[in-house]
């Protein structure tokens, strides 16, 4: 059991350095949201600034709070971490507008200098358009879900420090990457559309044989666990049966609610939700052709 406890090490040697990073956005985020809430106050409501941190607060959950060391004796925990990085914090992520509140948030000569030529050099804007075309974001969150729940690689992302931070980027930058069509966060224009319902549907069938396997298989998938110190006095196959069947439930669940409400809003499409949308469209051009006016008054 010598390399869990030395993975566990390394995790919680990193969890520091990842306590500072997401002070550091929070507080620039919060600085950004006062700014904006001067300016143009309906472009983030309190309740989109709420839904920003409450996604922060579920990826520090998954990647430094104390509940994430049970990751190299539970399954279950290891899945729960999985699921707060792909499943439910990057949407609520998402809805907080991040871009255009870390934007304004961050110090204006940085801004000036470095991210507004970055964003309007058209490299990046060719490879920001191929990112979030729905195709590539669906392949990417399949491939990064089959790909480490593959037995040896899910293995030695437990045996490596290095190799269970990039397991855990790679988890949360293709659940940004997924959510992103769904959301359709401030730069994008709202566009209902029931392929995305499709979308949402065909995104849980991954997740349903993997989950499947894990809740009907009738041996232990990943070979590791029967090293773990057995906490809760769960066995490697029961510990197994658990973490497919959260898989399932909180999948199944969240893609539900979400797909109820795409299909609400496609059916009511002069909704106040969508008037809201046009508007924080329009007042986020407004904001963004400020750019630096916005900033300087401050």
Not at 202 to 217: E, M, R, S, Y
Request: positive net charge.
């Amino acid at each position: 059991m010598p390399h869990l406890h030395h993975g566990a090490m390394e995790s919680f040697q990193s969890a520091i350095l990842l306590d500072v990073t997401f002070v550091v956005i929070a507080l620039v985020y919060l600085r950004g949201w006062l700014r904006l809430r001067s300016t143009s106050p309906k472009l983030i409501s309190a309740r989109r600034a709420g839904s920003f941190f409450l996604g922060m607060f579920l990826i520090w959950a998954a990647l430094a709070s104390p509940v994430s060391g049970f990751d190299h004796e539970l399954l279950t925990a290891h899945m729960a971490g999985h699921l707060l990085l792909m499943t439910l914090a990057p949407p609520l992520i998402w809805l907080g507008a991040p871009i255009i509140a870390l934007r304004n948030g961050s110090p204006r000569q940085f801004v000036r200098v470095v991210i507004d030529p970055l964003l309007r050099w058209p490299p990046v804007q060719r490879v920001g358009r191929s990112l979030g075309q729905p195709t590539f974001c669906w392949l990417s969150a399949a491939a990064a879900l089959i790909v480490w729940h593959v037995p040896a690689i899910f293995t030695l992302g437990l045996q490596s420090g290095t190799w269970h931070m990039i397991e855990h980027a790679s988890f949360l930058a293709s659940g940004l990457l997924f959510w992103w069509p769904v959301v359709e966060p401030w730069p994008s224009v709202s566009r209902p559309d029931l392929s995305i319902v499709v979308y949402l549907f065909l995104a849980t069938l991954p997740c349903d044989i993997i989950a499947g396997l894990l809740v009907f298989g009738d041996r232990v998938v990943y070979s590791i666990y029967f090293s773990s110190s057995r906490p809760f006095g769960l066995s490697a196959l029961e510990d197994q049966q658990c973490a497919g069947a959260l898989m399932w439930t909180c999948v199944t669940v969240v893609y539900l609610v979400v797909g109820a409400i795409l299909t609400t809003r496609l059916l009511s499409p002069q909704s106040s939700h969508d008037r809201e949308s046009v508007q924080r469209e329009r007042l986020g051009s407004a904001v963004a052709q400020r750019g630096s006016q916005s900033l300087e008054a401050f």
